[in-house]
């Protein structure tokens, strides 16, 4: 996982990492939750993220779990 | 004298035991495992955790096995608890659209699963000796540096080793050997009258492998679908009941069904049910289910896991859980002292502080939850309440845990814990009502219940387990504690953390998320 800003190329290849997938194959506007995310994944995600910076709370992202709803999330 | 000599030798071969010596052999070590009696053979405490199965459990490789087993899958546990007349869940996944395979764990048949770890052992370079003894620590006042047992034979028998790990259980008479002494709690002293039943009924749809805790007038039971038809139900109740539960066979039949008959839903699943009278799961059983720590987990040269060191009262699943925890922990300290990465006191403050700290969330999420159901008349309930602990005991506790975080500082004034678990159990309560009743949409979501601080404590490491049995290696841990270690790449040891080109965060302005 990088550091980088919480562009949608960075989330994509961040939730990537965590589901075994290249970038290309996650699906931004699809529930990450039928892409294979499960509850500890999504945890690993909001600490890493949390970790670098972001303010996000893991719930906010388990309501609305695709990676386009997340860049809007994270992304300020 | 027969002698031999091991790097490590554990005795005890329950699941704490099978662990530690596991993970050890598995870096190429000499491990001995003395197991006092023949495998299989019966245990209680059949409900796991998912940090166990999915983290621990694949770290020794025994996930195929586990399957293989077909024990019943558990979602979370189900509690007739606190104010709610309706089963509340308190579920692992944090939604029903994130729950995946690795969002549940097992019920088990522990004289099935402890097998399994112990086989497997066995299989990775344990030597595994069973139905032997240990009569004796051999010590000198800078270590311990072995043990004395008689093998089946009636043989003595002397291995030295640079260390002894005792996992003998509850009822260890080595314990004392690592410097300590065992200190109760003095609120949760229960005791537990439990056997099995056929033909019980179960939760509705996907909480149907659930592990259900009902509270009654005089305390609480656990109902465990162990299979279809089998059940393991008991009963805790306040240690001074002993005398009408340590009769004969009888007494005790009586007893445990008039608690059933007290308890609403055990007694409504219950009621087409047939208790199982023969085989091993035929007894009644009655066990001390008091909480209690050591005042030390280890001395130069051994290292105490599981029941041997520490046992937290059975609502939440956890002895299975603190005993492999504490087995993968003792592995990472005796693995990386064993190769030179690091330095024995170093190691060690790092299993003894880890340990110490999920001995510590455990107790204040247990003295919270406790406390929820404090309202209930009877003696059971009145002497739960958190805002009857007193001072001795709080500061028996703070000795112990050496305080609870908070913020940058740990409490460790005896009023100011109370009033932290006073208000843990208040937000716990406010959550709990929050989610509501169980097969609802809002009682599928933990969204309330994962927020509470206390709960994010506890689920802190058992996660960090979880996640690195799931994802593989290199999960990118910060130190726990404060100047403390990280996991090595592999897990199986310690490594000083690696230097971090962005600032952290201070952790412990927030709550940990769960």
Same mark, same amino acid.
């Given at each position: ?76 | ?94 939604? @029903? ?14 004289? /099935? ?10 299989? /990775? ?288 004034? @005896? ?37 509470? @601080? ?32 990280? @996991? ?27």
């Amino acid at each position: 996982m990088t550091d980088a800003p919480f562009t949608s190329e960075r989330i994509r290849a961040d939730v990537a990492e965590v589901l075994f997938l290249t970038p290309e194959e996650v699906v931004d506007d699809q529930p990450l939750s039928d892409q294979g995310l499960d509850s500890i994944r999504l945890m690993t995600l909001a600490e890493r993220w949390n970790a670098t910076g972001a303010e996000v709370d893991i719930l906010d992202l388990a309501e609305r779990p695709t990676v386009a709803q997340w860049v809007e999330l994270l992304g300020h | 004298m027969h002698a031999e000599e091991f790097d490590v030798v554990v005795v005890g071969g329950g699941p704490g035991g099978s662990t530690v010596a596991t993970l050890v052999a598995m870096q190429g070590h000499r491990v001995l495992l003395l197991e006092k009696e023949t495998f299989p053979r019966y245990q209680i405490g059949e409900s796991l955790l998912p940090a166990t199965v999915h983290g621990v459990c694949r770290l020794l490789g025994v996930t195929e096995e586990m399957e293989k087993a077909a024990f019943t899958v558990k979602r979370g546990g189900s509690f007739r608890w606190g104010t709610n007349p309706v089963p509340w869940n308190f579920l692992f996944a944090v939604s @029903p659209e994130l729950s995946g395979p690795t969002s549940t764990a097992y019920q088990v048949e522990r004289m /099935k699963f402890d097998e399994i770890l112990l086989r497997n052992a066995a299989a /990775k370079g344990v030597e595994v000796r069973e139905n032997v003894a240990v009569g004796e620590v051999l010590e000198d006042p800078e270590r311990v540096r072995g043990v004395r047992y008689t093998d089946a034979d009636g043989c003595p028998r002397e291995i030295t080793a640079k260390y002894v790990v005792d996992a003998s259980g509850n009822r260890t008479r080595l314990s004392g050997h690592a410097g300590g002494e065992r200190v109760y709690s003095e609120h949760f002293k229960n005791l537990a009258l439990f056997g099995y039943f056929e033909g019980g009924k179960r939760l509705p749809g996907a909480d149907s492998g659930n592990i259900l805790c009902a509270a009654f007038d005089e305390g609480w039971m656990w109902y465990i679908p162990l299979s279809d038809t089998l059940t393991s139900v008991g009963a805790v109740i306040s240690s001074t009941r002993a005398q009408e539960i340590q009769g004969d066979e009888s007494a005790r039949e009586e007893a445990l069904l008039g608690f059933v008959d007290r308890c609403e839903i055990v007694r409504g699943f219950l009621s087409e049910a047939t208790r199982i009278t023969t085989g091993t799961y035929g007894e009644l059983r009655v066990r001390k289910d008091y909480s209690y720590a050591n005042t030390r987990f280890w001395r130069p040269g051994m290292a105490l896991v599981g029941d041997a060191a520490c046992f937290i009262d059975p609502v939440f699943s956890t002895g299975v859980h603190l005993a492999t925890y504490a087995g993968l922990l003792a592995a990472r300290s005796i693995n990386s002292v064993l190769s030179g990465a690091v330095a024995e006191d170093r190691a060690f403050a790092e299993f003894e502080g880890r340990y110490r700290r999920e001995y510590g969330v455990f107790y204040e999420f247990l003295s919270a939850f406790y406390d929820m159901q404090g309202n209930e008349e009877g003696y059971f309930w009145k002497a739960k309440k958190v805002t009857s602990f007193d001072s001795s005991a709080m500061e028996a506790f703070v000795s112990l845990v050496g305080g609870v975080a908070s913020g940058e500082t740990a409490l460790t004034d @005896p009023d100011a814990l109370v009033a932290r678990f006073g208000n843990s159990s208040r937000s716990l309560a406010s959550a709990v009502e929050a989610t509501g009743d169980m097969s609802t949409a809002s009682g599928e979501r933990m969204r309330h219940l994962f927020g509470v @601080p206390v709960v994010g404590g506890v689920m802190q490491e058992m996660n960090q387990i979880q996640r690195r049995g799931v994802l593989g290696s290199a999960t990118g841990e910060t130190p726990l504690l404060p100047g403390g270690l990280v @996991p090595s790449d592999d897990g199986l040891a310690w490594a000083p953390p690696a230097p971090r080109t962005t600032p952290i965060p201070q952790e412990n302005h927030e709550p940990p998320h769960p």
